[in-house]
């Protein structure tokens, strides 16, 4: 099945096999479960954030969202390098999720570059001068 170009449906997804690895996770030993509940806050709070840019009420308030959507992704992918690297037999079922999330990355990196080169909306230029 062919992944979805929208963010938001990817993070959703990507959200819930988050969960259900954190589920698998809370059988190992007290640091991996640790770990896991970082990776489980970080993990969910992509896809929470982009919904919140989604209803942006301006282009600031996207973007700043949207900054945050990133911020919690780059954290993720930290703490599923951090469990693949120091639990070895997770590298596998670890990697996938690595690979989506630096994919998400790069999404949302180019929807924050993006909304920064376009700027100001007009009518957000015209409250500023009244």
Request: glycine letters at 4%; hydrophobic letters at 40%; a positive charge.
């Amino acid at each position: 099945m062919a992944k979805s170009r929208d963010v938001r449906v990817r993070s959703f997804d990507f959200a819930c096999d988050v969960i259900k690895l954190h589920r698998d996770l809370q059988e190992d030993d007290w640091t991996v479960r640790r770990l896991s509940n970082q990776l489980l806050a970080s993990g969910t709070s992509i896809g929470a954030n982009l919904a919140e840019a989604a209803s942006g009420q301006t282009r600031a308030d996207f973007i700043a969202k949207n900054c945050i959507a990133l911020k919690e992704a780059r954290e993720t992918l930290y703490w599923l390098r951090l469990i693949a690297k120091t639990t070895p037999a997770l590298g596998t079922h670890i990697a996938p999720l690595a690979m989506e999330c630096d994919e998400m990355i790069a999404m949302v990196t180019a929807i924050v570059t993006t909304a920064r080169r376009n700027g100001p909306t007009p009518a957000s230029r015209e409250l500023r001068r009244g």
